[in-house]
């Protein structure tokens, strides 16, 4: 039903790419190994293309449309449809083995030209459908940050690398033509105008530019540049400009998106600030300030249509507002949600769940127990409790309970204060469970079994019941009526338990092809979910273990971390593949 896709995967220092849509209707970046599409205007409208094995860097879409060229760490280039929700595999290439850190496509769609940081070579052109080579791309000796291409013809190629230069290229067949010196570090971005007549370069010196400096095969390249952009000729390379004159930015440029009408450019810098030009007359037409933290620097652009978008190093996507620079027309936080001011948790939250207070109770990496209110959303000072050992899983209960399982240890909590602790239970305690009564508390250990425990005032007491799973267990829970117990384990399989029975065994759910990770009631309390490391999740019927939903490769090649329900017919579940996801279940 919905996707709530995750936000641009951010690295400091490192440009961000995020691709277009020739239609204009959508824009796509990466995460993980996740290419995620958006729609422009309304980006709570999303989708994701899991097919890469490895953590991919840049996505593009051919200028017809109907494909995209995503690159990965390893050097390989998927060509696939955008068409169908499958968007199946069209080609599949390896130009070099290295990462991809750039991909341009000649205006018909045919052609291809791909760069970054291989062994023998740093760039590949070639013909989209059968991979042979067009061109060379020469001129660098060091890793190739960008690439573009002329989108009319005359082709041209332009290039820009670590090794402080920018390369122009003739074709095709692509020849090199000469080096770009002008820049004085790192080249993070080139990019051609939409009507051909002039490219820009930016760089880590913070320096922008457009136009053409002739040097030799190898040129010479000065020494520390200013901050500029330069602006070229877009057919003979020769040097227009330098925008801003010796300085654009007061940080290092990196990333830069020329204007559908090719007369202004914006540009993204580590000075925390978006910038468009009027490259015609060469001036500043808007400043955009993103902030004073250093998570507000801007690492990637976008000029569609009328959208212009940057991307923050927090991942947030900035959508700029022209009629006033100092606030953006909305920030997207991923989907349409809240989040929470202050200070949280400052290590992984390893489990969260909500109290009968309407309270987010969390426990975290960070050896805390947290208590957030949801009306205010502000990690105050307060609600904290620090434990003596990491914390894995919590449950609530009513009358102001929390059980947590530690490493080697459980923890009960009245009130959000520490009330009493078994110390080495004389078994490795992993998730926990309370009886929506309030007087049991079911503990899943790494021994296969689950131990019942009464609250009794402000101690825990072993039942000395033992209920066999039939693995390792990795995740438990009461149904909401309190009338059964469903375990999972490493084993694949599901065991319901009947509390009225005396915790006998009710049923015994098989299906999983992997270790199942979590499992959650449906309110109805005749059905739950349970997800695994297979990618799979299954909606069980309680009296019927035959009777199932099955939600195949519900987060292609990332296993389901979580599920919850939102009501009988609603399930939503979250992913390694950060994104989460809203099914709607019909039995």
């Known amino acids: 039903e919905k996707v709530f896709a995750s936000l641009p995967q951010v690295e400091r220092g490192v440009s961000k790419i995020v691709g277009g849509d020739p239609k204009g209707n959508n824009f796509l970046y990466t995460n993980g190994k996740c290419v995620i599409l958006r729609n422009i205007d309304n980006p709570a409208i999303a989708d994701i293309y899991t097919e890469h094995a490895h953590q991919v860097v840049v996505a593009k879409y051919a200028p017809s449309g109907f494909y995209i060229a995503s690159g990965d760490v390893s050097g390989k280039l998927r060509i696939w449809d955008t068409t169908q929700k499958e968007h199946l595999l069209k080609y599949e290439y390896q130009p070099f083995a290295g990462k991809i850190k750039d991909i341009a496509w000649t205006e018909d769609s045919k052609r291809i030209a791909v760069v970054g940081e291989g062994r023998e070579k740093f760039g590949a052109v070639f013909l989209w459908d059968s991979g042979s080579s067009v061109g060379e791309i020469t001129g660098h000796n060091k890793v190739i940050n960008s690439v573009d291409i002329k989108q009319s013809r005359p082709y041209r190629l332009v290039t820009g690398s670590d090794d402080n230069c920018a390369a122009f290229f003739e074709g095709p067949p692509f020849k090199f033509k ?51 952009i330069f602006i070229y000729d877009g057919k003979t390379g020769e040097k227009v400009c330098a925008l801003g004159g010796s300085k654009a930015h007061d940080g290092g440029i990196y990333a830069i998106s020329w204007s559908p009408d090719s007369t202004h450019l914006l540009s993204a810098s580590g000075d925390k600030t978006s910038k468009i030009w009027d490259v015609n007359v060469n001036s500043v037409v808007n400043t955009f300030t993103m902030g004073s933290n250093v998570l507000d620097q801007q690492l990637g652009c976008l000029w569609q249509k009328d959208h212009l978008l940057s991307i923050s190093l927090s991942g947030y996507i900035n959508y700029l507002d022209k009629n006033n620079p100092s606030k953006p027309l909305r920030v997207i936080k991923t989907g349409e949600n809240d989040s929470f001011a202050g200070k949280g948790h400052t290590n992984q939250v390893s489990r969260m769940t909500v109290d009968e207070h309407g309270q987010l109770v969390s426990c975290s990496m960070d050896d805390t127990v947290r208590y957030t209110n949801l009306t205010l959303r502000d990690y105050s000072g307060q609600g904290v409790v620090k434990l003596d050992v990491q914390p894995k899983c919590l449950a609530v209960g009513p009358g102001g309970y929390t059980v947590v399982v530690c490493i080697g240890q459980i923890v009960l909590l009245k009130d959000q204060r520490k009330c009493f602790s078994i110390d080495n239970p004389g078994y490795e305690p992993e998730v926990v469970a309370v009886h929506p009564g309030g007087e049991t508390v079911a503990v899943g250990g790494a021994d296969g079994n689950v131990r019942l425990y009464s609250i009794l005032g402000t101690t825990l007491k072993d039942e000395g019941k033992l209920l066999e799973a039939k693995g390792p267990v990795t995740d438990l829970a009461f149904s909401h009526d309190g009338a ?64 199932r939903v099955k939600i195949q490769d519900a987060h292609r090649l990332h296993h389901v971390s979580s599920l919850a329900w939102l009501d009988e017919h609603t399930l939503v579940t979250t992913s390694h593949d950060a994104s989460v996801k809203e099914w709607t279940i019909a039995y």
């Open 484 to 547: 059964f117990l469903a375990v999972c384990d490493a084993s694949k399989v599901v065991t319901v338990f009947s509390v009225a029975d005396g915790y006998s065994e009710n049923n015994v759910f098989y299906g999983h092809h992997a270790k199942i990770v979590c499992l959650a009631w449906s309110p109805d309390n005749e059905h739950f979910a349970s997800g695994g490391m297979d990618m799979m999740v299954y909606v069980w019927t309680l009296s019927d273990p035959e009777t």
């Open 178 to 228: 000469f080096t770009i010196g002008d820049h004085g570090r790192f080249v993070n971005c080139v990019r051609f105008s939409p009507d051909g007549n002039r490219f820009a370069t930016a760089s880590a010196d913070g320096q922008v530019r457009s136009g053409a400096g002739r040097w030799g095969a190898r040129g010479v390249c000065s020494s520390l540049g200013p901050l500029v």
